[in-house]
C-alpha cells in the first residue's frame, strides 16, 4: 500500500515526495522476506527427527547401544518344578465294569478304604472263600453279608452288586467286631494282618478254620452276567 503524507509545517511548499520511498521499503522487506524463505531448508521427515532425538539421547547417556552377556560354559539352567495333575475314579469308574476284581474294587470305595492292591487282594480272596470265583455273584451276595439282606447267616440277597457293595461297607462299619478289619484296609495293613482279623472275626462262624482254608493262589477274574449291577 502506498502512502502520501504532508508535512503541515512547511507551509508555501509542495508535499515531499514521501510516499516513494515508504514505497520503496515496504517492497525490500517483502523481497528479503520472499529470499529467506527460499533459502530456508525444509523442515525435517518424522524419521529424521526420530533418529536425532535417539542420538541426542544416546549422547546424553539415556540410552546406551546394543550389549552383550557371556555365559560361562560351566553354567547350569535352573530346573523348573510343575505341578502334576491326575483325576481321581469316581462312582462311575467302579460300576463301569463286571468282573469279581471291579467288585472287590467298588466295595473298598465305597466303605471309604484306599483301593491299593494289597487291599484288592484280601477283598478277592474273601469272596473267593465265600463263593466260589465262578459264582462269586450268587444272590448278589457275594460276600454272603447279612447286613440288609434280609436273609439269615448271609444267606439272604439283594437286588444288584452295586446295593451288595454298599452294604459290606455299612456292615463293616456298623459293627465293632470288624473294628481291626477296618482298620486293616484302612491302612493297606500287610495281607496277612488284615486276613487275620477277617479269621478271628465274628463274619463267618466257621472263623475260616483261622485261616487253614484259607486259598492264597491268585484269583481268576470272572464277570457276572448281565443286569447283576442295576
Known amino acids: 500500500m502506498t502512502l502520501f ?26 523481497f528479503a522476506l520472499a529470499a529467506l524463505t ?20 544416546q ?9 552383550t552377556v557371556a555365559v560361562p560354559e560351566s553354567a547350569v539352567a535352573a530346573a523348573i518344578s510343575r505341578d502334576g495333575f491326575a483325576a481321581a475314579p469316581g462312582l462311575e469308574t467302579y460300576t463301569s465294569g463286571s468282573t469279581n476284581r471291579d467288585w472287590a474294587e467298588l466295595v473298598l470305595y465305597l466303605a471309604g478304604f484306599p483301593v491299593s492292591e494289597s487291599n484288592v487282594t484280601v477283598m478277592m480272596r474273601w469272596m ?10 450268587l444272590r448278589n451276595n457275594p460276600l454272603n453279608n447279612g447286613w440288609g439282606s434280609g436273609g439269615g447267616s448271609g444267606l439272604g440277597s439283594y437286588d444288584n452288586l452295586v446295593t451288595a457293595a454298599e452294604n459290606v461297607g455299612n456292615a463293616l462299619h456298623g459293627n465293632s467286631g470288624y473294628s481291626a478289619i477296618v482298620a486293616g484296609f484302612a491302612s493297606s495293613a500287610p495281607t496277612a494282618q488284615i486276613e487275620a482279623a477277617i479269621w478271628a472275626s465274628p463274619w463267618a462262624s466257621s472263623h475260616y478254620a483261622n485261616g487253614s482254608h484259607w486259598a492264597y493262589t491268585p484269583v481268576p477274574e470272572y464277570a457276572s452276567p448281565p443286569g447283576t449291577w442295576g
Do not use: I, M
Open 128 to 137: 473267593r472263600q465265600e463263593n466260589g470265583p465262578d459264582d462269586w455273584w
Open 38 to 57: 527460499a533459502l530456508a531448508p525444509p523442515p525435517p521427515t518424522e524419521d529424521a527427527q526420530v533418529e536425532a532425538q535417539a542420538a541426542a539421547r
Open 5 to 30: 503524507l504532508r508535512n503541515a509545517n512547511r507551509p508555501g511548499r509542495g508535499p515531499r515526495p514521501r510516499g516513494v520511498f515508504v514505497t520503496l521499503c515496504a517492497g525490500a522487506a517483502v
Open 59 to 67: 549422547t546424553a547417556g539415556y540410552a546406551q547401544p546394543d550389549q
